[in-house]
């Protein structure tokens, strides 16, 4: 079965700081879909950013990149230049070859002025 | 376009009250999905439908019950509340994979219910 691991429950940075978040995964197999979500306190679920298995470059949303290491079944999200409403909770999600999402936990990330 | 819509948006229920929460989509999805999100544990399946008049368990489909009788509209049903249900819950729809946008899921803002 897949499973979605985000080793860090809570993370807090300055302002402007880089931050990095992280996610690992378990499958076998070999073309899926990864995504970071990020719910801030109205609840939305708002997509961040995403990456297709088989592309090997990095996807990058303007301050939002990932490091993508598929045989490591690691993914990452770095935030640089972080502003306050970046504050919110962060999801890592795996996108099977059907329907399903598989979620983390979450990371509440915290940026403080 | 109005996206997901869920009714209502917050709801207080008794011990052994039932209830019924809709989600409403515009978009022509097939596909549609309850979730509920508890503290630390991101967003857990209940149930999803593939198409109108079809319906399957997720992962924690007990003590709910969903019905599809229109594409558009996907229902989820507590017969019998109780307190481990107090959550909040988000209905999403999507495409088939093959036709994936950029968005998977298109999620609703999600529904607190508190069962007392």
């Known amino acids: 079965a897949q499973t979605v691991t985000q080793s860090q429950p809570e993370m807090s940075v300055q302002e402007a700081e880089t931050v990095t978040l992280s996610c690992t995964y378990d499958?076998?197999?070999?073309?899926?879909?990864l995504f970071w979500y990020k719910q801030p306190p109205s609840r939305q679920m708002i997509l961040v950013i995403r990456q297709e298995a088989y592309k090997q470059q990095n996807a990058t949303e303007n301050r939002f990149s990932v490091n993508f290491q598929k045989a490591a079944k690691s993914f990452s999200l770095k935030i640089s230049d972080s502003q306050l409403g970046d504050t919110a909770m962060y999801f890592c999600a795996f996108f099977k070859q059907s329907y399903q999402l598989i979620w983390g936990a979450g990371t509440k990330l915290i940026i403080k002025p | 376009n109005a996206g997901v819509t869920q009714t209502p948006k917050f709801r207080v229920l008794k011990t052994g009250q039932s209830m019924t929460l809709l989600c409403a989509q515009d978009m022509n999805h097939e596909y549609m999905y309850w979730y509920r999100q508890d503290p630390g544990m991101g967003l857990r399946l209940i149930h999803y439908?593939?198409?109108?008049?079809?319906?399957a368990k997720g992962e924690v489909p007990d003590g709910y019950n969903v019905s599809r009788l229109k594409k558009q509209n996907f229902l989820l049903g507590l017969e019998s509340a109780a307190p481990s249900q107090t959550s909040v819950y988000f209905c999403?729809?999507?495409?088939?994979?093959?036709?994936?946008?950029?968005?998977?899921?298109?999620f609703g803002d999600g529904t607190r219910l508190s069962i007392l």
């Open positions: 439908s593939v198409g109108e008049g079809t319906t």
């Open positions: 499958t076998s197999e070999n073309n899926y879909y």
């Open positions: 999403a729809s999507s495409q088939p994979i093959d036709t994936i946008s950029n968005q998977p899921q298109h």
